[in-house]
């Protein structure tokens, strides 16, 4: 057995983790990422957003995106698309020329339009929007919030839902929705307002990217999954880790919390029916994002750099074999 065959046993749809291209040369991260009994869905981590797949106006890039896209393909592993309407990561020509509310919209429309068209029934999910709000509860400044307001969102569904297959789901994502409360209430708000104007939206995307001793508890997870399910809509952490705050001087204790930290998020989500499923951000210390960002934090994955499995990863498997 591994993550993902304990996954499905326990009801859920897939395990899985986020990948980009520039890994697959690596024939030991190749092994563990092709596992199917380990994992069942990819998330490619870079290739999708903005600045990498249109980076010059109409100019398209599927390029490396193809690439993850072929490889889920190949592994019958499911596609988590990312992501379509986001502040970071965006080309110039979208940051800085002077758009109008009519010439942003419409950018906006081609660029959904042209992506999601390619992909087809690739993509079992899209994160249409991404990180749209503050940990106050305020709308995020971005480009097309200034220009458009908050109707940037429901043009992205609408955009999203017109040229998608009918299966696909079409989610909201957003980090520290479990830890900052104002946040989450704007989301359940976000959710509830694009229901009453008619915008179907699928699924609410939590990031899950905790710090060591800093996670929550379980209660306060399953309560915070429970929230954006009862609005009826499907729930995934979509970018799980668990980063220790000073990956050199981690004690054995910050290792064993680690590992208890896993196992609370992965309790939570088995013990919510709309939890469809977990992904990890990386599965390898070797390829994560962390240490990069936040320098001296780091160690965040459930293998090491050298692909062993951590205690974090024992855990989590032990805890899904007696659920
Ligand atoms: O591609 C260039 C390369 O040409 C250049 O030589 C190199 C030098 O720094 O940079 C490369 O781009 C980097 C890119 O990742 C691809 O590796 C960027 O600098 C780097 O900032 C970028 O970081 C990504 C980050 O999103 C950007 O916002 C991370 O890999 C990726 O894990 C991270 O993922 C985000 C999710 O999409 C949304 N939620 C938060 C999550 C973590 O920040």
């Known amino acids: 057995t591994g993550l993902h065959s304990l996954f499905l046993s326990a009801g859920k749809l897939y395990f899985g983790t986020a990948t980009e291209?520039?890994?697959?040369?690596?024939?030991?991260?190749?092994?563990?990422l092709s596992n199917p009994l380990e994992f069942g869905q990819l998330t490619p981590e870079n290739s999708q957003?903005?600045?990498?797949?249109?980076?010059?106006?109409?100019?398209?890039s599927f390029n490396a995106s193809d690439q993850v896209a072929s490889l889920a393909n190949s592994y019958n592993?499911?596609?988590?698309?990312?992501?379509?309407?986001?502040h970071s990561q965006l080309p110039p020509f979208v940051s800085s020329t002077s758009w109008t509310p009519d010439t942003l919209r419409q950018l906006i429309t081609t660029h959904i339009t042209s992506v999601i068209s390619h992909f087809g029934s690739a993509?079992?999910?899209?994160?249409?929007?991404?990180?749209?709000?503050?940990?106050?509860?305020?709308?995020?400044?971005?480009?097309?919030?200034?220009?458009?307001?908050?109707?940037?969102?429901?043009?992205?569904?609408?955009?999203?839902?017109?040229v998608a297959?009918?299966?696909?789901?079409?989610?909201?994502?957003?980090?520290?929705?479990?830890?900052?409360?104002?946040?989450?209430?704007?989301?359940?708000?976000?959710?509830?307002?694009?229901?009453?104007?008619?915008?179907?939206i699928d699924g609410v995307g939590l990031q899950a990217h905790f710090t060591v001793g800093q996670t929550p508890s379980v209660e306060s997870l399953i309560a915070t999954l429970q929230r954006?399910?009862?609005l009826g809509v499907d729930v995934a952490w979509t970018e799980l880790d668990v980063a220790q705050e000073d990956v050199e001087t981690a004690s054995e204790l910050a290792v064993e919390q680690q590992?208890?930290?896993?196992?609370?998020?992965v309790r939570a989500c088995l013990e919510v029916e709309r939890c469809v499923g977990v992904t990890v951000w990386q599965f390898t210390d070797r390829y994560s994002w962390v240490p990069g960002t936040f320098p001296g934090k780091g160690g965040a994955c459930l293998w090491t750099e050298d692909y062993q499995r951590k205690p974090a990863y024992w855990a989590v498997k032990r805890f899904l074999e007696g659920w």
Request: include cysteine; hydrophobic fraction near 40%; charged fraction near 20%.
């Open 77 to 86: 592993h499911l596609l988590r698309c990312h992501t379509l309407t986001w």
């Open 123 to 162: 993509c079992y999910a899209w994160d249409v929007v991404n990180e749209a709000l503050n940990e106050n509860g305020t709308f995020r400044n971005s480009v097309f919030f200034n220009v458009l307001g908050e109707e940037y969102i429901a043009h992205s569904f609408e955009v999203a839902r017109e």
């Open 165 to 200: 297959p009918p299966e696909t789901k079409l989610y909201y994502n957003d980090f520290n929705l479990e830890t900052a409360p104002e946040k989450q209430t704007a989301a359940v708000e976000l959710v509830k307002s694009l229901q009453s104007k008619g915008v179907k």
């Open 259 to 265: 590992a208890s930290d896993y196992v609370v998020a």
């Open 21 to 32: 291209t520039n890994n697959f040369a690596d024939p030991t991260y190749q092994n563990i």
């Open 228 to 230: 954006f399910a009862d």
């Open 49 to 60: 957003k903005w600045g990498l797949i249109q980076p010059q106006p109409g100019d398209f």
